[in-house]
């Protein structure tokens, strides 16, 4: 049984940081694609970041520079550590994974999705 549960979200201030979490069970994170998608309030599920098991990472144009996926594989956790937020990064953030093939910016492409944690930046 997988499970994914996504944790660290809270309400910032603009320019403040949050790191996000997600605690992956029944599955090896190092072994396939994992990633980040958010969505806002209104708005249609984007894909943020990426990193693929070779450990490549891939970034949203409107988060590239300010956020950083990685992965402890002794942990099976994945992260996302997020800076120099803005209002506009405020979304729920879900964590996911492809259990076969490279990351892709479709969200249909992905099998297991968390529960999803709020992050609101003000």
């Known amino acids: 049984h997988v499970q994914l549960v996504e944790s660290g979200g809270g309400s910032v201030q603009s320019g403040g940081s949050l790191n996000l979490s997600c605690a992956v069970s029944?599955?090896?994170?190092?072994?396939?694609?994992m990633g980040w998608f958010r969505q806002g309030s209104g708005k249609a599920r984007e894909g943020a970041a990426f990193i693929e098991n070779n450990g490549s990472t891939r970034y949203a144009d409107s988060v590239k520079g300010r956020f950083t996926i990685s992965q402890d594989n002794a942990k099976n956790t994945l992260y996302l550590q997020m800076n120099s937020l803005k209002p506009e990064d405020t979304a729920m953030y879900y964590c996911t994974t492809r259990s076969r093939g490279a990351c892709r910016w479709a969200e249909d492409m992905y099998d297991y999705w968390g529960q999803g944690t709020q992050v609101t930046v003000s």
């Open positions: 029944g599955y090896t994170v190092s072994l396939n694609c």
